[in-house]
Structures are given as C-alpha cells and as structure tokens.
C-alpha cells in the first residue's frame, strides 16, 4: 500500500534561517507531488505542484522553492525564513491522470519567530 | 481563474442535530471531491462525485453533485463528536491534475 511521509512533524525556526523540509512517497511510481501552506483556520494554499523528476510549478511568488531530486522525493526549502512563512505545510500525492484524489502526509508546522 | 465558493465557514451544532455544508461554482464542473480535516490532522479524502445529479452515502454523510454541475453539498445526519472537524470541497482545476480547494467548513459538536 502506498504511505506518505513528511518530516520534521514540528519545527521552530528564527527569521532569516534556512528550510528544508522533506516528503517522500512508498509503493508508487512517478506520482504527482504537491507542496500546500494552510495558516491557523484557513484553507489549502497549493505552493508546488511537480509531475516528474525535476519538474517542478510554482503556484504563487514567495520566498520559498521547491526541488524533485527523486521520483518520490518532494522537498520545499527557503534560503531565509520571514515570520510569514509560519504555517501548517502539508505534502500530497496523487496518480497521474485526470481524476485521482490527492493523499496527504501528516504535515509539518512551522513556527517563524 | 476557477474558484469555489464554500458556506458557511463555522457551523456548530448539538450533538444529534443534522449539518450541511455547501460548494458552488461559476463554472460547470467535470467532478468535486470532499476531504475531511481533523483538528491537528491532515485532510482525508471522503469521497469523488462526477455524475450529474449524482447520491453517493457513506453511513451518516450524504454528498450531492448538482444537476448542473456547479454546486455540491454534504450533508451529516445526526451529528457525533467525531464528526467535527473541517469539511473542504476541491475541483479539479482544467486540465491538470491541480486541485482548487473550497476554503472549508468548520463543524463543532457540543455533546
């Protein structure tokens, strides 16, 4: 069965320091990946979106990137936190395809101070 | 671009009350889906509606697809304390695997 992993679960981290988070995916093959940013009470804002192996589209302008070194290696990264960047970050997959559903990872939380 | 609306934002009920939360869209859809947020959780997908008029039940829930295909409703009879959580639509936005999320519905459960 497939699982989605993300890791850390939790991090606090001072303004202007660097982000990595990562995700991977188990038991599927090239599958879309999505990186979404949810603030307290407020819906999913999707970040990146990839179909591939260094396939990458960014949603919106920001202070953060996204990389795909691997099929089922998704990682988001900043070069210097801004207290903005504090969120719930959630990593999704689906199938490729037109109507697959997305599945989740347990997400990190981010807290800029 | 696409957009879907989502109402009402909180809802909180006594336990035992029903609970509908709706989506609606300027434009026809191809299919809608519902994801479940547990307070602290990440979303679960619930279920996919693609057929117009379309009834699909799952125990309590009830999620309707509009014979037009622009609007959606979830519908939780005799609400739990394990229902709460936040309710989110998604529409698949054209032409790519992206999907567009409803801004949710909160539901809190007083027992």
């Known amino acids: 069965s497939q699982t989605i992993h993300q890791w850390p679960a939790t991090l606090v981290q001072p303004v202007g320091s660097p982000l990595s988070l990562e995700c991977t995916v188990e038991?599927?093959?090239?599958?879309?990946l999505y990186w979404y940013r949810q603030a307290a009470g407020r819906g999913l804002q999707l970040l990146f979106y990839s179909v591939g192996i260094g396939q990458i589209s960014s949603e919106v302008p920001q202070n953060l990137s996204a990389s795909r070194p691997q099929d089922r290696q998704f990682i988001l990264s900043s070069k210097k936190l801004l207290l903005s960047d504090s969120g719930f970050y959630l990593c999704?997959?689906?199938?490729?395809?037109?109507?697959?559903?997305?599945?989740f990872g347990p997400g990190t939380r981010l807290t800029v101070l | 671009g696409q957009q879907v609306m989502q109402i009402p934002q909180y809802q909180h009920v006594q336990e035992g009350e029903d609970f509908t939360t709706y989506c609606n869209s300027s434009?026809?859809?191809?299919?809608i889906q519902w994801y479940k947020q547990r307070p602290g959780g990440h979303p679960v997908f619930l279920i996919q509606?693609?057929?117009?008029?379309e009834v699909k039940k799952q125990k309590r829930l009830t999620f309707q697809f509009g014979e037009a295909k622009k609007n959606s409703s979830l519908h939780i009879t005799a609400t739990q304390t394990t229902d709460v959580g936040t309710y989110f639509c998604?529409?698949?936005?054209?032409?790519?695997?992206?999907?567009?999320f409803g801004q949710g519905t909160t539901l809190q459960v007083k027992p």
């Open positions: 998604a529409i698949k936005r054209s032409n790519t695997g992206k999907l567009i």
């Open positions: 509606l693609v057929k117009s008029g």
């Open positions: 999704a997959w689906s199938g490729q395809g037109g109507n697959n559903e997305q599945f």
């Open positions: 434009t026809t859809l191809s299919n």
């Open positions: 038991g599927t093959s090239n599958p879309n």
